[in-house]
């Protein structure tokens, strides 16, 4: 069986005050909650201060992007040994505002996923077709060309330890989740090209997570699908309240 995973990405949002309040209350509301892996993602200049609270705590730490390279001389990049030297135990990389706005690629995505596999951390690796792509008919297309990107060069062993997102970038921030039957459909044929690519054991092991205006109300279906083993909340994991519930959700 797959443990789920509950991850907030709480974007560029919350002062290291804020995001501290914020996860002290999570700790308190996320205590009895077993059986779920939670984990929270603040903004670089705030992962020292929560992993400074979380120690003894269920709740593990992410960063939402890091740099290819160890070190050298790259002016305003973070390397994936600096995060786990920060206290984090994952990275999300290729959020679909990355790809956007930040002209990341499936080729730096890749890279990105080397170097991050290679220093331990555990990768939370995004993927998502964009509205007109959907209404083109395109999503399998452009999963299936991101996720090879993404993954390509990679070993069994490293890929069967990833976690996979599917954000449809026609979901995020927008209070308009992809259904149940969406979902699940695009997390199913993202589980068969892992098979056809790595293996049944591998595509049998890698967690694959639904992103897209998650709540409360929402989470239980989605969850209920053979093929969706967590979520990747955005705006609703900005309180302590409607995070706890979600990442609550079997209770
Ligand atoms: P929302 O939950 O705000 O739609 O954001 C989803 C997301 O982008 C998580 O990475």
Known sequence: MRRPVIAGNWKLFKTIGEATTLVNDLKVRTAGITGVDIIVAPVFTALSSVAT???????????????????GAYTGEVSASLLKDAGCSHVIIGHSERRQYFAETDATVNRKIHAASAAGLTVIACVGETLTE???????VVIETQLQGALAGLRSDAVAGLIIAYEPVWA????????????????????????????????????????????????????????????????????????????????
């Open 172 to 251: 995020i921030g927008t209070g308009k989740s992809a259904s149940e039957a969406q979902a699940q459909e695009v997390h199913a044929f993202i589980r068969s090209l892992l098979e056809r690519l790595f293996g049944l054991p591998v595509a049998t092991a890698v967690r694959i997570l639904y992103g897209g205006s998650v709540k409360p109300e929402t989470i239980s279906g989605l969850m209920s699908q053979p093929d969706i083993d967590g979520a990747l909340v955005g705006g609703a994991s900005l309180s302590a309240e409607s995070f706890a519930a979600i990442a609550g959700y079997s209770a």
């Open 53 to 71: 609270a979380t120690v003894g705590s269920n709740i593990r730490l992410a960063a939402q992007n890091c740099f290819w390279e160890e070190s």
């Open 134 to 140: 959907r209404e083109a008919e395109q999503t399998f």
